[in-house]
């Protein structure tokens, strides 16, 4: 499984522009093939800093997703909202164990 977590953040006075892009993107990222879990969250103690949890079953799946147009679009978007702060990474895991 492939395993990306980061964050991102948005100006709090765009948030509700930003839920409405971001609604966009998760949607038509769950629809992909491979795409177990695609999590966007905004920090409840911090207003405009987005969590981003995402679960692939495979690294290839996730840079097809990277290549699709509504990444493309996504990436647009985000840049005009003025996202700032992005920090995400990709780690490779195990299937997992209910806790």
Do not use: C
């Given at each position: 499984?492939?395993v990306?977590v980061g964050?991102?953040?948005?100006?709090?006075?765009r948030?509700?522009?930003a839920r409405a892009?971001?609604?966009?993107?998760?949607?038509?990222t769950?629809?992909?093939?491979?795409c177990?879990?695609?999590?966007y969250?905004?920090?409840v103690?911090?207003?405009?800093l987005?969590?981003v949890s995402?679960?692939?079953h495979?690294r290839a799946?996730?840079?097809a997703?990277?290549?699709t147009?509504?990444?493309?679009?996504w990436?647009?978007?985000r840049?005009?909202?003025?996202?700032?702060?992005?920090?995400i990474?990709v780690?490779?895991?195990?299937?997992?164990?209910?806790?």
């Open positions: 499984m492939i990306v964050q991102f953040r948005f100006a709090p006075e948030m509700d522009e892009v971001m609604r966009k993107v998760i949607a038509a769950r629809s992909e093939d491979g177990v879990q695609y999590n969250g905004e920090d103690l911090d207003p405009g987005i969590r995402e679960l692939w495979s799946q996730l840079d997703h990277m290549q147009p509504h990444m493309a679009t990436q647009s978007e840049a005009a909202l003025g996202l700032s702060e992005r920090s990474a780690y490779e895991a195990g299937d997992g164990t209910a806790l």
